[in-house]
């Protein structure tokens, strides 16, 4: 085994070991949004303290997510195992959240399905390119959905408007946009991949035709 090979399988590493505390992380967003569903009177004394515990956990987990792909971008850190977990854990987080904002009525259950159908077709769009041995790089679209979904969803957290800002309508303006980019972008990276597929085939074509004249 070659020293590529054998740091392709290292488990134990910086950005593996953020990836793993984000996911640690999704409970308490879970736990904190699940009591707010309740009614009696000593959570609804608590219902703020418990919206900005999961928005700061959320938000804490989600620049995680940033720091763990520069980390692994700037020491060329690539593992099996890093490749397998983060995709995860942005999923965890995400559809987790999405799911507890739509039992509070923050979003509208559209815009839940959207978003969540979004990540289970670019993440089965993903596994056909890797089974063809292509691949779907993240393009500027996709970037800003998960930027936009990222600030949108921790705003939704919070039903006060502290300092005067209205967080919960900024978060829908937010997510609203978010689940427009997802749209687009699916729409995007379809036809990207369409066309890397028709290109392999003629290449195909072309390399079996050349191969008959010989």
């Known amino acids: 085994m070659s020293l590529s090979d054998y740091n392709k399988l290292e488990i134990d590493n910086l950005p593996n070991r953020l990836t793993l505390f984000r996911i640690l992380l999704v409970p308490f967003v879970i736990g904190s949004l699940s009591l707010c569903l ?6 609804r004394d608590y219902q703020t303290t418990l919206e900005w515990i999961a928005g700061i956990t959320f938000t804490i987990a989600a620049i995680t997510d940033f720091i763990d792909g520069y980390i692994a971008r700037k020491r060329n850190i690539v593992t099996v195992f890093g490749s397998f977990l983060d995709p995860i854990a942005d999923k965890f987080l995400t559809v987790s959240a999405l799911i507890m904002l739509q039992a509070l009525n923050r979003v509208h259950a559209i815009i839940v399905i959207i978003l969540v159908l979004r990540e289970i077709y670019i993440t089965s769009l993903r596994l056909l390119a890797s089974a063809e041995g292509l691949s779907v790089p993240v393009n500027s679209i996709g970037k800003w959905k998960t930027v936009t ?3 949108g969803i921790p705003l939704l957290m919070i039903s006060t408007d502290p300092w005067g800002i209205p967080f919960l309508f ?3 303006i937010f997510i609203y946009l978010a689940s427009f980019l997802s749209l687009y972008s699916s729409v995007v990276y379809s036809i990207g991949l369409m066309r890397k597929v028709n290109l392999m085939k003629m290449q195909h074509k072309e390399s079996k035709k050349n191969q008959t004249i010989i």
């Open 170 to 172: 900024l978060g829908k």
């Open 149 to 151: 979904q990222m600030i």
């Open 38 to 43: 309740f009614q009696e009177t000593w959570v």
